[in-house]
């Protein structure tokens, strides 16, 4: 299994708090991405990072920041947080960006929850 | 507009038997792949398997079968002799190439339920 580690699994927060979602891996990967799924929608991409301090936006990125200080982190910022972000969120990686055939693997996901 | 449509939001099986779950998709991409992840109630993400645009074969990975029909532009999931373990969510998913930012993008998903 790839080694990545989501924190915190589980999260509740009230609306308009900072959350910040961590991603560590151990698989010294380049690429990483953050994922939300929820039901009817599948699995969106919000941010992903081709690198140390290299990021950039996906498909629903309005309301979430991220940063790459390390290549095994990947910290995913809510600056505040609203109902409509309650969702799964996942972590994943992948070892390349542009050969077609790379699968990602991902994290256990967190569940966030805003009240 | 959607760029994978998974049309089934639940399916049923017969345990052994073959189940098939739909997938098409859109794009300009002359270069792009296709997969399939499952997720079982655990909520961890899976890699089923992978068809390249350019394969001319249908992939296949044990008892999971992907069936490529590139001028429908259709991925189809097969899955042959049901488990009770295959019950899960199951994403198709496509990969586009330079036009596409190589992005992994993902369907809505289908639910299996297998009946023993």
């Known amino acids: 299994d790839a080694g990545i580690t989501q924190s915190p699994r589980h999260k509740v927060t009230e609306t308009g708090t900072p959350v910040t979602l961590r991603c560590h891996q151990t698989e010294n990967h380049r690429y990483m991405y953050w994922y939300r799924q929820d039901p009817g929608h599948g699995l969106r991409l919000i941010h992903y990072?081709?690198?140390?301090?290299?990021?950039d936006k996906g498909e629903v990125s309005d309301g979430y920041s991220v940063s790459r200080s390390k290549t095994e982190d990947f910290l995913l910022t809510l600056e505040s947080a609203t109902s409509s972000q309650t969702s799964v969120y996942f972590c994943a990686i992948s070892e390349s960006l542009t050969s077609l055939n790379e699968k990602l693997f991902f994290g256990s996901g967190t569940q966030l929850s805003v009240l | 507009a959607q760029k994978i449509t998974q049309t089934q939001p639940g399916m049923f099986v017969q345990e052994k038997e073959a189940v098939t779950l739909d997938c098409t998709y859109d794009t300009s991409d002359q270069s792009y792949g296709l997969f399939w992840y499952k997720q079982p109630s655990s909520g961890e993400m899976i890699f089923l398997i992978y068809q390249g645009s350019y394969d001319e074969q249908n992939a296949t990975e044990g008892r999971y079968s992907l069936n490529f029909q590139k001028a429908r532009k259709s991925a189809n999931l097969v899955i042959s002799a049901s488990q009770l373990g295959d019950s899960a969510m199951y994403f198709c998913a496509m990969r586009e190439g330079l036009d596409g930012g190589f992005k992994t993008i993902f369907g809505a998903g289908t639910r299996l339920f297998v009946k023993a």
């Open positions: 990072s081709y690198g140390v301090k290299d990021t």
